[in-house]
Structures are given as structure tokens and as C-alpha cells.
């Protein structure tokens, strides 16, 4: 599996979500549903949880057995198993950076995540991706919604048409688009929610994800949830281990 391979491997991984439930008493405008959307996501600064699934990649099934540990604005840390629970890959992410490193044969990958991802032109940066785990609205046209208001959902969508999102009247997202072009797409759908303390998170979640060169699918199970519960965030490439 190479760096590019894996880093659209973890980008499914990435999709555990926290919104607070609030109450929706009227129609909103575009502008203050995205806001409320963000309002949701504050009081969250640390997320985990064990995730089980599975990813239809380059015509290969892979079963997904992971642990996801996020540090708001500061680490994305993922440690995904291989058969018999033991540690494949291991990956330390954040604003400027992404390490990888690939147990089953003794590889490692360290570089720059904007620069991978302009690379490969996948749509993914450390923030896009933080957004994806806590399903967190933070479109970069703010002010270029428009929306449909029906009973059972908000439906917004950009001036550039490439972006769609929909929310409950709870502002929990159920579905989520974002596109660069026909051959450049992301497709979040939040199929069912838990809760946990005062936070929904995300049961069952797919993604569709389409780069100009990768297509995959995913079907991602979240357990044992956790938030505001600071957790150790270990990384370290052994000496013995070369580059990809």
C-alpha cells in the first residue's frame, strides 16, 4: 500500500461526529443555520472512539478495525489493526504535517498534508478533514447559501453549486457534499446518531470519495465514543524503518 493509498485509507477513518442537540423553534436563514451549525461543535475539544467497517478500495474489500483519538485544532491520531488485533499502520496528523508508518513492512512517511494532497489532488487538508470527524459546517462560502426549509430538514446550498448540506431541524447533519469537479467529489451521509453525555455522535456513517485518479466507498461503525477525555497521542518511527 503506498503513501497516496494510505492516506485516502484514513480519510474514511476520519468521519466520527459531535454535535450538541439544540431545539429549532422557526425558519432560519442560510447564515444562521451555518452558524448554529459551528455553535454546535464548541464545547468539543477531544473525540475517540473505536471504529469497525469496511472500504471498497481499488477493487479491494478492506475490513476497517481502527482506534481514532482527535485533539481539536492540534492532532488527528489514528492506530488501525490488522488480523489478529495487531497494529498495522499508524498515522499522526495535524495542521502542517502527516506521519505515517506501515508495521507490516516496516516503512514510514512523513511530509507535508497540503502538499500531498495538491499532489494527488485529493480534497483534504488537516481542517477539512477535523471537520469531517466532528461534523463540524464550515464552508468557505459562508455568505453564498441558499436554502430549502422543509419539516424535516434545512438543505443549503452553495452559489457554485458545489457544495450541498443537509441538517435535521436539530442542525445534526445527515448529509454532506462537496465537489472540485465531476471527478472530484466527497459524499458524507450520518445514517443514525448516539448519545453521549450531552453530545450526539454518529452510530453508522458512509463516505463516497472521488479523486481524479482513486475512487473508494465506506461503510464506518463507531463504539465506546468518548469526549473532553485527553488521551495520550504516541508516535515514533523506529530506527530500523525506511521510507516509502
Known amino acids: ?51 469497525k467497517g469496511k472500504v ?14 482527535l485533539k481539536k485544532d492540534s492532532v488527528i491520531w489514528l492506530s488501525i489493526s490488522a488480523i489478529m488485533g495487531l497494529e498495522a499502520l499508524r498515522a499522526h496528523i495535524t495542521p502542517d504535517s502527516i506521519h505515517l508508518i506501515n508495521r507490516l513492512n516496516s516503512t514510514y512517511f512523513v511530509g507535508n498534508i497540503n502538499a500531498l494532497s495538491s499532489q494527488y489532488n485529493l480534497p483534504f ?3 477539512e478533514l477535523q471537520d469531517l470527524i466532528l461534523a463540524s459546517v464550515n464552508p468557505k462560502e459562508k455568505n453564498s447559501y441558499t436554502v430549502d426549509v ?8 452553495s452559489s457554485n453549486n458545489q457544495s450541498v448540506i443537509k441538517l435535521n431541524t436539530n442542525y445534526l447533519p445527515l448529509e454532506v457534499f462537496h465537489s472540485k469537479s465531476d471527478s472530484q467529489y466527497v459524499k458524507i451521509n450520518y445514517l443514525n446518531y448516539a448519545q453521549t453525555d450531552t453530545v450526539w455522535l454518529p452510530k453508522t456513517v458512509t463516505i463516497d470519495l472521488q479523486s481524479s485518479e482513486k475512487t473508494a466507498k465506506a461503510t464506518l461503525n463507531y463504539s465506546k465514543a468518548t469526549i473532553n477525555r485527553p488521551k495520550k497521542l504516541k508516535f515514533s518511527i523506529p530506527s530500523s524503518y525506511v521510507p516509502m
Open 125 to 127: 487538508s488537516f481542517f
Open 150 to 157: 422543509s419539516p424535516e430538514a434545512y438543505t443549503l446550498f
Open 1 to 51: 500500500m503506498n503513501r497516496v493509498s494510505l492516506f485516502i485509507f484514513i480519510v474514511f477513518l476520519s468521519s466520527c461526529a459531535g454535535i450538541k442537540l439544540t431545539t429549532n423553534t422557526s425558519s432560519q436563514s442560510a447564515q444562521q443555520i451555518l452558524q448554529n451549525t459551528k455553535l454546535n461543535t464548541a464545547q468539543l475539544e477531544w473525540v475517540t472512539a473505536n471504529i
Open 56 to 69: 471498497d478500495f481499488d477493487g479491494s474489500n478492506l475490513p476497517i478495525n481502527a482506534n481514532l483519538r
